[in-house]
């Protein structure tokens, strides 16, 4: 999915950007 992406900084922001909504926002919303 990201290996078609030549930034890893991409990946990474889109990766931490998945990780806060699906955790993040638990933890901190809840």
Known sequence: MWENKPSPLG??????GLVYRLIGYR???V
């Not at 990946?11 to 931490?16: D, M, N, T, V, Y």
């Open 11 to 16: 990946s990474i922001k889109k990766l931490q």
């Open 27 to 29: 933890h901190f919303w």
